[in-house]
């Protein structure tokens, strides 16, 4: 009996090791692809394929808007092009690279681009386009990897300070006190600090609390150096830490909000520092809500915001390269970037249409400004698990020593900017 | 067996009336061979291969330009000293201090319901069963939201703790550790120098010592309320595998319900214990989908889980050789605690 199932069990075993090694060998050879050097091909694909399109969207406004643009594109060109929306992006991304069958286009965010473009999954286009010159330089930054300019910027968005007007105008406050310095954001929100509400709102995060830093000349990684524990990025998280504390800035998770514009809107706070993506959220939860948008005020080493955006990656695989270019140069168009823009909000990436957009959005004109002096949060590969680690520490920032905090950064950073 | 009675009556003879019955077994099983293969094995080898090479992400890893790094991958998770370690020493510090909540509480409380609704007299005890098997079956995602929605800054259960003139905590951006709230209580702010000098994968032995945070002490309760009902089924139906004989017995022998309950119903028990437990650890080691769904690691990296950090290394980080390392690890870690486990449970004679 023992005899016969060892037997037995050594013949499954080696059907099933055998099965596992044909199945493997296919794989091997079947998946192989030839070996191109990352960053370097400036050749384009060019083929009859149609195009896949994989999306992030931020609702059916989204979805529509860039569905019909890409329709639109599809009949000029006779290319067939379809927009896919993805739920879980980079999941969906990953796997199509696993597998050699990405889709040619899709939604690229900088903290994804340096660990793509290094295992060679991206196409680098940027100098191929058209309107290549016609990008804000700090976007063209935001997605060059090792001097290469990976990926046209689809448009982008600021952090801006929001101020709840009835809130303003109750507290006996006017146009002229709008706060222009460090010490006028301290005074006003102390001034609008009641027992149920916080003067200024924020999220607990580098993405919000960056900004400070970055008024005081510091940040996280500036011109390729990581500066975590310069001077600069350490008055400014002292700032942000000693208004935590006497209670006139508040993080929203403390105020009981999922984030600074439900603070914002539930006026929990009569200001918080958010970006472009607050005003549809107020118009659709907030609708009665009325409020100004401010440029951030400047601390000691002149003004600061962050910035954020996203590129439209294409893929080293797809067959069909030239024809996604040419889709891009049509996605990134004035004309189109301001449709977008109407539908879903955030800002075109091309100087060009700045005029255009801001005669549609005079009162949203502060986010824009922004864009001359954003930062961006750094983009070197591993930096994601960086800022998420500085994210945890900046939860007990109230408690914490900046100094010790920012140190810690500064050393993960630089083990990844080797 | 049959093979045994076969044998005499037809030594020496290969043929017979069962000789096809070898392969006709073999091909009523091939299906399920396959399946299990294709979908089971050879991913699993995959992976460990990928544990063991720089793949990057793009293309098969069985190509040839897949390099093989020995034990970097795993190196860089236990011995660099980098973020790498340290996160993955959080993961394990958060996830032993919800196996070691979650698994006692759901198996005490599983097998307490197990014995009430198993009660004859108890009126309605279908009621009860669907009742407490309900949350079982609902799906994770669905019960992590309502926990979030229970226990927001001001959601239902800080409502009623304000009922009871309690504050309740911030639970979901809490990342404060309950153990260190109680030493705080006690007016220990930080702890001495032997624990905060040394540690383990980058995390001071007072860190470790943190218990968990008040955001993984709400997933604790949840993965309690979930589980409890599969579990209680698997002791319902333990219990009424047992005969009244010996409980009988007992009871003539003048043995009361409690000590009835802990000298002949429990020791009775035991491979249905083993069970439950085993599952329980399996389960509670790879916590994913309420990490995923609900707090993505955060606050302060409180519910940060090995299997959520494997996935978080290899998709968003695309470390792919470290995320397979990191699950490889976690399997040996699960694999060991259930051997300890067998060998507590063990028939001592």
Known sequence: MTRHISRRLAGTGALLVAGALTLTACGGSGFEEPADAAGETTELTSSDDALTVLIASSGDAETDAVTDAVADWSADSGVTADVQVAGDLPQQLSQGFAASTPPDLFYLSPDAISGYAENGSLQPYGDLLANKDDFYPSLVENFTVDDTFYCAPKDFSTLALVINTQLWEDAGLTDADTPTTWEELATVAETLTTDDRAGLALSAEYQRLGVFMAEAGGGLVVDGEPVADSEGSVEGLEYAQTHLEDGTFAYAADLGAGWAGEAFGKELAAMAVEGNWITGALTNDFPDLEYTVAELPAGPAGPGTLQFTNCWGMAADSPNQQAALDLVEHLTSAEQQLAFSEAFGPMPSIQSAAPDWTSANPDLVAFLDGAEYAQFPPTLAGATDVVTDFNSQLESLETGDPQEILGTVQSNLEAIAE | ?349
């Open chain 2, 1 to 349: 067996m049959a093979a045994l009675v076969a044998t005499p009556r037809r030594a020496g003879s290969p043929r017979g009336i069962r000789d096809g019955e070898a392969v006709t077994g073999w091909i009523f099983t091939l299906p399920v061979l396959l399946i299990l293969g294709v979908f089971m094995l050879v991913p699993v080898l995959m992976a460990l291969w990928v544990s063991f090479s720089d793949w990057s992400g793009r293309g098969s890893p069985l190509s040839s330009d897949v390099g093989f790094v020995g034990l970097d991958n795993y190196a860089a998770v236990t011995t660099d000293g980098g973020l790498a370690e340290r996160d993955f020493g959080v993961a394990l510090r958060n996830n032993a201090w919800y196996v070691l909540l979650v698994v006692p509480l759901q198996t005490a409380l599983s097998l307490f319901l197990a014995v009430l609704v198993n009660r004859a007299v108890l009126r309605g005890r279908g009621v009860f069963r669907t009742a407490f098997y309900f949350p079982s079956v609902t799906s994770s995602v669905a019960i992590t939201v309502l926990w979030l929605f229970l226990f927001s800054t001001s959601g239902v259960v800080n409502a009623v703790l304000a009922r009871l003139g309690i504050t309740g905590p911030n639970w979901f951006n809490d990342p404060s550790g309950v153990l260190h709230n109680l030493l705080g209580a006690l007016g220990v702010q930080s702890g001495p120098d032997a624990l905060t000098q040394h540690g383990l994968l980058g995390v001071t032995w007072w860190d470790w010592l943190a218990g968990p945070s008040v955001a993984m002490s709400a997933f604790v309760i949840m993965a309690v309320f979930t589980t409890s009902g599969t579990f209680m089924l698997l002791f319902i139906a333990g219990l009424q595998n047992l005969g009244p004989d010996v409980d009988e017995a007992a009871m003539m022998d003048g043995a009361n319900g409690w000590q009835r309950f802990w000298r002949i119903t429990l020791p009775q028990l035991r491979p249905t214990l083993f069970t439950v437990l085993t599952l329980g650890l399996i389960g509670t080691w790879q916590v994913f989908d309420q990490i995923y769904t609900g707090t993505q690691g955060g606050p302060g990296k409180t519910t940060l889980t090995p299997a959520y950090l494997s996935y978080q290394s290899a998709f968003l980080s695309q470390e792919w050789g470290r995320g397979a390392a990191i699950a490889f690890i976690l399997f040996v870690i699960i694999v060991l605690m259930t051997i300890l486990q067998r060998w507590i449970l063990r028939e001592r004679r």
